[in-house]
C-alpha cells in the first residue's frame, strides 16, 4: 500500500483534500489527521472491519478499545444508550477538547470499535482539520494515536509516516500539535464519575463542573488483569527503544543523582540521554542532554515529551534518566506518560 500524505494548513482547508480523505473513511480505509492532543489513525467508528484495520496497522492488542471521534453533540446519542446530566455539563464546558467521556454503548457500535466491552469511549476533538474529516468521514472516526503500539504518541505528521508508512491509506499533515498528550478520559458508568487517564483538563477542573469525581486507584499501574475500559490502561504506552529511569526528588538531589548515573553508564561503554528543562540543562555536562521545555510553562512540557523520546531513538542511546515534573496542572499527566514508557521505573533521592 502507497500511503498518501497531503499537508494543509488547518486555518485553511483543502477541502478537496479532506473529501478525499473523507471518502477513504467511508469505504473503510485509514487516514491519520491531527488533533489539538497527539495525531490519530482514524477509521469508520461503526464498521468492524474497518476497526480491525486499525488495530492491525498499529499492532495493538484487540481488547485496548478505541476512541470514537464526533464532531457535533447530536451525533452522541446514536452510540451511546444514555447521556448523565453531568456528562452533559462537563461537555458543554469543554467540549469540542481534550475531554473523553465513557458511556454504555448502543447496539449500532460494533464490539470491533470498544474491545469487546459494553462501553464506548467518545471525543469531541477541537482541531479545524479534524472537525472537517469527521464530517465528511460519515461523522464517527474511531481513533487512537497514529504510531505503532507501545512506541511514543505522534505530535507531527513525520512521526506518524516513520511509523505507519505504507500500512494505512492516507496522512493529513496540519503541522505540529498543540497540546502533545492524549485526552483526559472520564468515566461516567460508574456511580461516582471516574478520571481513568489524566491529561490537560484535571481533576480540579472536572470536580469545578460536576462536583465528586475520583481518580481510578489503578491509573498508574503498569499492568493488571482488569479488561482495560479506555485506551493506555493495560499495556506499557509510549516507550522509548533505551531503557528509562525517572529521578525524583529536590532538584540538586536529582541532578546529582542524573550525573552520577550518566558518568557510571558512559564508563561502562553505553550511550545515554538525560531529558531536562531549560532551568537545569546547564546542569548535566555529559551525555546527550535534551531540554524538554521550561517549568515556568508546563504546556511546554507536554507537547514536547513524546517528540523528545522520539529524538533519543534516532540517536540511538541505550539508557534515559529524566527528572520528575510536579507541575501545578499537567503534572500528574505528564507524569503519567512519562512512569508509562519508562516502565514504572522510578527512582526517589
Known sequence: MKTKVIRMNPQELDMEGIREAGEILRQG????????????????????QASAKIYRAKGRPSDNPLIIHI?????????????????????????????????????IVPYETTGGMDTVAVRMPDHPLAQALIRAGGGYVAAPSAN??????????????????????????GGPVGIGLESTIVDFTEEIPTILRPGYINQEMVRRVIGQVQMDRGLIQADSKVKPKAPGMKYRHYAPK?????????????????????????????????????????????????CIGTRADEESIARHLFAVLREFDDCGVTYIYSEAF??????????NRLMKAAGQKKIQV
Open 242 to 290: 533505551a531503557d528509562l529511569t525517572v529521578v525524583e526528588g529536590s532538584p540538586k538531589a536529582v541532578q546529582e543523582k542524573i550525573c552520577a548515573l550518566v558518568e557510571e553508564k558512559i564508563r561502562a561503554g553505553e550511550k545515554v540521554g538525560v531529558i531536562a528543562t531549560e532551568e537545569s540543562i546547564k546542569a548535566y555536562p555529559e551525555g546527550i542532554v535534551k
Open 148 to 173: 505503532t503500539s507501545g512506541r511514543p504518541s505522534p505530535t507531527m505528521a513525520s512521526h506518524v509516516e516513520e511509523d505507519l508508512d505504507g500500512k494505512i491509506d492516507m496522512i493529513l499533515d
Open 326 to 335: 510536579d507541575t501545578p496542572q499537567m503534572g500528574q499527566a505528564i507524569m
Open 71 to 107: 464532531a457535533d453533540m447530536e451525533d452522541l446519542e446514536k452510540i451511546v444508550k444514555e447521556v448523565p446530566e453531568s456528562a452533559k455539563k462537563l461537555a458543554s464546558v469543554y467540549w469540542p477538547g481534550p475531554l473523553t467521556m465513557i458511556f454504555q454503548k448502543s447496539d
Open 29 to 48: 480505509g485509514l487516514v491519520a489527521f491531527p488533533t489539538e492532543t497527539v495525531y490519530g489513525l482514524g477509521g469508520n467508528g461503526l464498521d468492524p
